[in-house]
T-cell receptor, first 109, second 115 residues
Framework: GQQLNQSPQSMFIQEGEDVSMNCTSS?????WLWYKQDPGEGPVLLIA?????ELTSNGRLTAQFGITRKDSFLNISASIPSDVGIYFC?????????FGEGTQLTVNP | SAVISQKPSRDICQRGTSLTIQCQVD?????MFWYRQQPGQSLTLIAT?????????ESGFVIDKFPISRPNLTFSTLTVSNMSPEDSSIYLC????????????FGPGTRLTVL
């Protein structure tokens, strides 16, 4: 089946630093989405991207849908302690989402 | 948006027993799904819960092991049958309120530990 390679697997940063993570796939997706999961909770949608090349922001978060439709990145600027969590990319195609392996983000105050 | 609740939130079960997880959505939804998330891993789709008919299972998941019901538009159950320690995982219910992926919401999950 389809697989998404998400990197890095984990990140340890200082408060105020910028963060970048990305996902790549061997398959084309029609939609790219980025989620955040806090402990004991389900994933919550951060950004959805629907068009190749699209660049979308949500506050301090910016994500782009790669021009080849096989990759996407998420940037977080000026990180704060509450950014801690696991970030997942997901590719949408047909009737289902395929999730990346997640990036565990730790922000040190 | 949709608010999704799951019961139980966590459980510890003995090998060979079965556990039924309930999922309730606060509004009518178009589709409901069940995912498994093993510790430190990604989400894997188990099946799509279809109202009034058999669920549609993904490769590697079968009805005998994971029977699913969806009697109406807002409620679904997932049973993990004849459990083994390998079934220890978080099970997440998800619902689609419209036709777009940005209208898919997740429940808080049920953390299952099998001894």
């Amino acid at each position: 089946g389809q697989q998404l390679n998400q990197s890095p697997q984990s990140m340890f940063i200082q408060e105020g630093e910028d963060v970048s993570m990305n996902c790549t796939s061997s398959s084309i997706f029609n939609t790219w989405l980025w989620y955040k999961q806090d402990p004991g909770e389900g994933p919550v949608l951060l950004i959805a991207l629907y068009k190749a090349g699209e660049l979308t922001s949500n506050g301090r978060l910016t994500a782009q849908f790669g021009i080849t439709r096989k990759d996407s990145f998420l940037n977080i600027s000026a990180s704060i302690p509450s950014d801690v969590g696991i970030y997942f990319c997901a590719g949408g195609g047909g009737s289902r989402l395929t999730f990346g392996e997640g990036t565990q983000l730790t922000v040190n105050p | 948006s949709a608010v999704i609740s799951q019961k139980p939130s966590r459980d510890i079960c003995q090998r060979g027993t079965s556990l039924t997880i309930q999922c309730q959505v606060d509004s009518q939804v178009t589709m409901m799904f069940w995912y498994r998330q093993q510790p430190g891993q990604s989400l894997t789709l188990i099946a799509t819960a279809n109202q009034g008919s058999e669920a549609t299972y993904e490769s590697g998941f079968v009805i005998d092991k994971f029977p699913i019901s969806r009697p109406n538009l807002t409620f679904s159950t997932l049973t993990v049958s004849n459990m083994s320690p390998e079934d220890s995982s978080i099970y997440l219910c998800s619902a689609l309120t419209g036709l777009s992926y940005n209208e898919q919401f997740f429940g808080p999950g049920t953390r299952l530990t099998v001894l």
